[in-house]
C-alpha cells in the first residue's frame, strides 16, 4: 500500500506504527542472508519509535505527516549516533555526532529508521559491488546487480522491506538502480534539497532524493525534505509548493520531448527501447502530444562528467589521512608513509582510480585540458537543455541502457560499467530535476525503466505527468517476492 493508505489505517487504529515496523523488521529478518541490502538494522531504536507513536496517538496528539511510517536511509547520510560507514573500510567505526538536515527534517514529520543501507564505496559505482561490506543483490533475480551506488535503498523497497528509502544521486545513483529494481527514483534540482550531512562525493553534481512503490509516495517524502537550509550554501531559497495536490492536475495539452540521441544508442536493448516507447504513447494516449527534440552534447555528458566527478572526489577525500578520524595504517615509520598506507589499505579499486583520474585532471599543465575543457562542455550541454525546454515542458528517455547485469560481469571492466550511466547523467550536469519509473519487463522478468527530465525546480510538473502514467498504465501489478525466500 502507499504512504497515504498505511498513514490512513494509522489514524483509524487498524494498525499501529509497532505492528508496521514489527511487519518490516520481520521481512528485513526473512530476506536480508539473500539480499543484503542493509548495512545495519536500528531495530531497538525503530520499535521505541513506534511505541512513542503510538502511546502520542492514543493521547490524542496531533502528528507529523509520516509518522509511523517506516525508512531506510543510505549509508553516506549522517545519522546522530548511528554509524555511517559509506561501505567503506575507511569509515568503518565511524559514527557522527550529528543529523544532516534531511533526515533531521524525516524524524520530525515522524518517520521511523529501519537502518542504513549498503551503497558502492563512497557512491562511487554503478552496481553496489564496491562495497567494503559485500555486493547487494537485486530482489526480482539474486543473480543479478540492484544498480547503483544507491542499490541497497532501491533493493530495501523493492523486497518490501521498508516504504521508502532516501538515496544520493550524482550521475544517476537513484534513478539507475530505480530502473534496475522496479521502483520509483526522484533526483530533485541541484539546491532543492540540502546536502548538509551527506558525505561529499562530487560537491557541484550530488544531490539527495527518495526511492518509492509510487510517485506519489516520494512526493510524500520530498515533500518533507525539500527546502532551504541555511547550513547549505548550494541549497536554494526558493519556495516549496505542494507536491501532493500537483499529483492530480490534468496533463492534456503538455508537451513531451523524446531526445533523438538517446533512441540512437548502438548499446541500447531492444527491449528496453520498444518498453520506452510503449511508455510515450501511453502518455499520448493521456492527451500529451509528443515531440522529437536534439541535445547534439548528450552524449559527450559522460566524457564530461568522468572528468569532473573524479577531480572533485579528489579534493573531497583528500580529508582522508588516517589523522583526524577514519582508518589509520600502523604504519609508523612518518606522517607520509602512514598517510599513504591508510589511504591504500582504507579505500577499494574504485575509489583509488577515481582519485588517481581526479588528481591527473587537476594537476599543473593539465587543468586547462581536461577539468576546465569539462567544464565548458558541461555549460554546452545545459544550453541544449535550455533549447528544448523552450519547445516542451519535459525530456523523456530510456533511465538505462539495458536491464539489470549479471553479478560480476563488469567488475573488470570499469568502461563498460560507467556506460550504465550514460543516459543519466546529462541532468546531473546541467542540475535538472529527473524521475525513473516502471514502464515494463524485459523477456527475463527483469524491470525497465522510463526517465523524466523537467526544466529547474518544475518537480511538480514532473510528479505530476509520472503519477497520472502509473496510476493508468498500471505497469507494477506484481512485486519481487518469491524469489527472496531462502
Not at 530482489?139 to 530495501?156: D, F, Q, R, T
Not at 520509483?184 to 540540502?194: H, I, N, W
Not at 500529451?288 to 569532473?308: K, M
Request: contains cysteine; glycine residues 8%; proline residues 5%.
Amino acid at each position: 500500500m502507499a504512504i497515504a493508505e498505511w498513514r490512513k489505517q494509522l489514524e483509524l487504529g487498524e494498525v499501529s506504527a509497532r505492528e508496521l515496523v514489527d511487519q518490516k523488521l520481520s521481512r528485513i529478518a526473512e530476506v536480508e542472508n539473500s539480499l543484503h541490502a542493509f548495512l545495519v538494522v536500528t531495530a531497538d531504536r525503530a520499535r521505541a519509535e513506534a511505541d512513542r507513536i503510538d502511546e502520542a496517538r492514543a493521547a490524542g496528539e496531533v502528528l507529523p505527516p509520516l509518522a509511523g511510517i517506516p525508512l531506510a536511509i543510505k549509508d553516506n547520510l549522517c545519522t546522530k549516533g548511528v554509524k555511517t560507514t559509506c561501505s567503506s573500510r575507511m569509515l568503518k567505526n565511524f559514527v557522527p555526532p550529528y543529523e544532516s538536515t534531511v533526515t533531521e527534517r524525516l524524524w520530525k514529520s515522524g518517520a521511523v529508521l529501519l537502518g542504513k543501507t549498503n551503497l558502492d564505496e563512497f557512491a562511487m559505482g554503478s552496481s553496489t559491488e564496491t562495497s567494503a561490506f559485500g555486493a547487494t543483490s537485486n530482489p526480482w533475480n539474486l543473480k543479478m546487480v540492484p544498480g547503483g551506488s544507491s542499490g541497497g535503498s532501491a533493493a530495501a523497497v523493492a523486497s518490501g522491506e521498508c516504504l521508502a528509502s532516501l538515496g544520493s544521486d550524482t550521475g544517476g545513483s537513484i534513478r539507475q538502480p530505480a530502473s534496475f529494481c522496479g521502483v520509483v527514483g526522484l533526483k530533485p534540482t541541484y539546491g532543492r534539497v540540502s546536502r548538509w550531512g551527506l558525505v561529499a562525493f562530487a560537491s557541484s553534481l550530488d544531490q539527495v532524493g527518495p526511492f518509492a512503490n509510487t510517485v506519489a509516495d516520494a512526493a510524500e517524502v520530498l515533500q518533507v525534505i525539500a527546502g532551504a537550509d541555511h547550513r547549505d550554501s548550494t541549497c536554494l531559497e526558493a519556495p516549496v509548493p505542494n507536491y501532493i495536490e500537483a499529483l492530480s492536475q490534468p496533463v492534456t495539452g503538455l508537451r513531451i520531448g523524446l531526445i533523438k540521441e538517446c533512441f540512437d544508442q548502438q548499446g541500447l536493448s531492444s527491449a528496453v527501447k520498444d518498453s520506452v516507447m510503449n511508455a510515450a504513447s501511453h502518455l499520448q494516449k493521456l492527451g500529451i502530444e509528443l515531440v522529437e527534440v536534439s541535445c547534439p552534447r548528450f552524449n559527450d555528458g559522460i566524457a564530461t562528467y568522468y572528468v569532473i566527478a573524479p577531480s572533485e572526489a579528489s579534493a573531497n577525500l583528500a580529508r582522508y589521512d588516517g589523522v583526524k578520524y577514519g582508518y589509520r595504517s600502523e604504519d609508523k615509520d612518518s606522517l607520509l608513509s602512514m598517510t599513504a598506507r591508510s589511504r591504500a589499505e582504507g579505500f577499494g579499486s574504485e575509489v583509488q582510480r577515481r582519485i588517481l583520474i581526479g588528481t591527473y585532471a587537476l594537476s599543473a599543465g593539465y587543468v586547462d585540458a581536461y577539468y576546465k575543457k569539462a567544464q565548458q562542455v558541461r555549460t554546452l550541454i545545459r544550453r541544449d537543455f535550455d533549447n528544448a525546454f523552450q519547445k516542451v515542458d519535459l525530456l523523456l528517455t530510456p533511465t538505462s541502457p539495458s536491464t539489470a547485469f549479471a553479478s560480476g560481469a563488469h567488475l573488470n571492466d570499469p568502461l563498460s560499467m560507467y556506460i550504465s550511466d550514460l543516459l543519466t547523467i546529462p541532468a546531473n550536469l546541467a542540475g535538472l530535476p529527473a524521475i525513473s519509473l516502471p514502464c515494463g519487463f524485459d523477456e527475463k522478468g527483469l524491470p525497465i525503466g522510463v526517465q523524466l527530465i523537467a526544466n529547474v525546480l518544475d518537480e511538480s510538473r514532473l510528479l505530476q505527468v509520472s503519477h497520472q502514467y502509473e496510476q493508468t498504465a498500471k505497469v507494477m501489478s506484481r512485486r519481487p517476492s518469491a524469489e527472496l525466500i531462502p
